[in-house]
């Protein structure tokens, strides 16, 4: 099928972007990679009266340190993220799930801010933002605001960007340097949106206790889920991985679809969060072990 006509722009600067979307506002739709509007505008599930095109504004493919936080612009491609320095160096669990999302040809176009915006429940980006608590900042004319991760995903496809904004950058907080990260999925391909993945960033203290800890599961519920972890923080190390499978679990309410049933997905969720959990434990201990 083709798309339903519509009209085309291709803007050089993000205020000429964002003016657009603010004159068209719901009847625009935005171009960053095109993975996925490509699809939805020749399938006719998209039917927009313009689309504006912003994969060619060089302040959205920018990745810059700023005092505790990785800015990535919205435009940066995944391909782009998997081979930068500062991404393996300082957000390395962003560098540990890129490997997942689809395939090289696909992370050739396809933008760490298009995943966020397009808010799957199985996609890997996302998660790894929610994860880390990181944030995404949006551009509009009346200003730029900055939404924590952990609050911008409202369910399946629906997040808290209004018709007039424009995902501008996507925050990461910098990893400690004695910072662990591990990440685990099941799809039913390599490439494919995950049934289920787990995501984990954790320090230990020289009692091997826990110290820090983050945990994040996707594609279980309608958007990705930092899971609460309070209650193991200064636990011994040794006995967290099952306990908390099993905690992430029964606080979770999985969806379920034509691929997978509900108890499908949470029997996956027990495996994956003690995977990921297990792997992030022995990277921490090993890191240890060449300091000492």
């Keep these: 099928m083709k798309p339903v006509a519509f009209d085309y722009y291709r803007p050089q600067a993000l205020s000429e972007a964002v003016a657009l979307l603010s004159d068209m506002g719901d009847e625009a739709t935005i171009l960053a990679g095109g993975m996925t509007l490509g699809p939805m505008l020749n399938l006719r599930v998209a ?23 990785v800015l990535t612009g919205a435009g940066v491609t995944q391909s782009d993220a998997l081979r930068s320095e500062v991404i393996q160096r300082e957000v390395p669990l962003l560098a540990m799930a890129l490997p997942w999302v689809g395939h090289f040809q696909t992370r050739n176009r396809g933008t760490l801010g298009g995943s ?44 808290q960007r209004r018709s007039d904004e424009i995902i501008a950058a996507l925050e990461w907080p910098r990893c400690a340097p004695n910072a662990s990260h591990a990440f685990a999925e099941i799809a039913q391909r390599h490439g494919d949106f995950a049934i289920v993945a787990a995501a984990c960033s954790l320090r230990l203290d020289t009692l091997d206790r826990v110290e820090e800890l983050s945990l994040g599961v996707g594609g279980v519920e309608g958007r990705p889920i930092a899971v609460a972890v309070n209650s193991f923080l200064r636990r011994p190390a040794g006995e967290i991985a099952a306990d908390l499978s099993e905690h992430a679990a029964a606080n979770l309410t999985p969806m379920e679809d034509h691929s997978v049933s509900a108890d499908y997905r949470t029997a996956l969720t027990k495996v994956l969060v003690a995977r990921a959990v297990s792997s992030a434990l022995d990277v921490a201990r090993q890191r240890r072990g060449h300091l000492q």
């Excluded at 504006?52 to 005092?67: H, M």
């Excluded at 980006?125 to 551009?139: D, F, N």
């Design 47 to 69: 039917r927009p009266r313009a689309v504006i095109d912003i994969s060619r504004i060089p302040a959205l493919k920018t990745i810059s340190v700023q005092s505790n936080v």
């Design 116 to 159: 966020v915006a397009h808010a799957d429940p199985s996609a890997e980006i996302p998660l790894a933002l929610v994860t880390y608590g990181g944030a995404v900042v949006l551009q509009s004319r009346r200003g730029q605001r900055r939404v924590p991760a952990r609050e911008f995903f409202l369910g399946a496809l629906m997040t």
